[in-house]
C-alpha cells in the first residue's frame, strides 16, 4: 500500500489569451521502499514541488521514480528536479512524442530529452503492465497515442492517475474531451475509466483537477478546487486578486459549461460509438 499525497491539485482552466496555465496534477506515493512522484507538472510548479518535497522531509534525491501519463510539456516540466529517479512512461508515447516537429505546440522536445538524461534512468512501460508492486499502468490513448494510466493501491483504496486521458470533472462526466489528437478514441478511453471507477472503487486523479469520486450523484470532488490570480490593475494600487475557488465563486463555479466553450455534450453512448 502506497501512502498518497497531493503535492500541487491540478486545477481545470486555461486562458484564452496566452496560452494553457499547464496547472496538471502533481502526487506523491511513498510505499515498498519507493518514493514516486506522478507526473512532474509545468517549470512554473518547481518552487511548489520543492516546497512541498521538503516539508515532508524529503529531498528530490530521495525520489525514486517518476511516472509520466504522457510526452506533453506541462507533465513533464521538472523531470531534470528528480536526478536518481527512474522515468517511466509509455514507449508508444515516447516515440510520438520523438517523432513530432518542433512547432507541435504541446510537445516540447528539450523536456522530452531531459527524460533520458542521467542516461540509463528511462524505462519505457510496453502495454499494460505492473511496473513496481501496487502499481499498475493501463493503455488510454486519444489525448495522445500513447497516453497511459496509474492504477495505484493506497491507504485510502485505490487511485487511478489518469493524466489527460480524463483531464477534470466534466470530462469524467459528460464523456466528451476537448483535446485529443482522436477525439472518438479518447471518450473510449474515458469510458473505460469511469467503468475502472465503478468496477473497483478507485477514486480518480484527472490531469487538471482536484481528486474526484463516484458517489450516488454521480462524479464529486473529494476537495475544494482552488487558485489564486493577482495581477496589476492600477499603477497607483497594490495588485488586485481574483480567486477561483468554489467557495469564493459559490453558484459558478457549478454551472454547465457555457455553449462557447464548443464542448459536445452527446450521450454516452453516442460518444463511446463515435470515430
Ligand atoms: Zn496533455
Given amino acids: 500500500m502506497y501512502e498518497a499525497t497531493p503535492i500541487v491539485n491540478g486545477f481545470p482552466g486555461k486562458t484564452e489569451t496566452h496560452g494553457s496555465f499547464g496547472w496538471s496534477s502533481v502526487w506523491l506515493l511513498r510505499g515498498f521502499d519507493r518514493v514516486i512522484i506522478v507526473e512532474t507538472g509545468p517549470p512554473s510548479y518547481l518552487p511548489l514541488i520543492t516546497t512541498a518535497l521538503s516539508e515532508l522531509g524529503l529531498g528530490t534525491n530521495e525520489v525514486t521514480d517518476v511516472l509520466i501519463t504522457h510526452a506533453h510539456w506541462d507533465h513533464l516540466g521538472n523531470i531534470s528536479l528528480f536526478p536518481q529517479a527512474r522515468r517511466w512512461i509509455g514507449r508508444v508515447e515516447y516515440e510520438w512524442a520523438l517523432s513530432q516537429a518542433p512547432d507541435e505546440p504541446f510537445v516540447s522536445q528539450p523536456l522530452l530529452g531531459a527524460l533520458s538524461h542521467p542516461q540509463g534512468l528511462l524505462r519505457l512501460i ?117 480567486s477561483l475557488s468554489d467557495a469564493e465563486l459559490g ?25
Fill in 251 to 275: 453558484p459558478v463555479a457549478v454551472e454547465p459549461f457555457p455553449p462557447e466553450c464548443g464542448m459536445p455534450r452527446p450521450s454516452i453512448n453516442e460518444q463511446a460509438n463515435a470515430e
Fill in 126 to 242: 510496453d502495454g499494460e503492465s505492473e511496473l513496481v508492486a501496487g502499481v499498475r499502468a493501463h493503455n488510454v490513448p486519444g489525448h495522445t497515442p500513447g497516453h497511459l494510466a496509474f492504477a495505484v493501491d493506497t491507504t485510502e483504496g485505490p487511485k487511478l492517475f489518469t493524466g489527460d486521458a480524463a483531464k477534470n470533472i466534466h470530462e469524467l462526466e459528460s464523456v466528451a474531451v476537448d483535446s485529443a489528437v482522436d477525439r472518438g478514441l479518447g471518450a473510449r478511453s474515458v469510458t473505460w475509466i469511469r467503468e475502472f471507477a465503478r468496477n473497483t472503487g478507485s477514486s480518480v486523479v484527472p490531469g487538471h483537477d482536484v481528486e474526484c469520486e463516484l458517489t450516488g450523484h454521480g462524479w464529486q470532488r473529494r476537495s475544494e478546487q482552488r487558485a489564486e490570480i493577482q495581477f496589476f490593475h492600477r499603477r497607483d494600487a497594490p495588485p488586485a486578486r481574483i
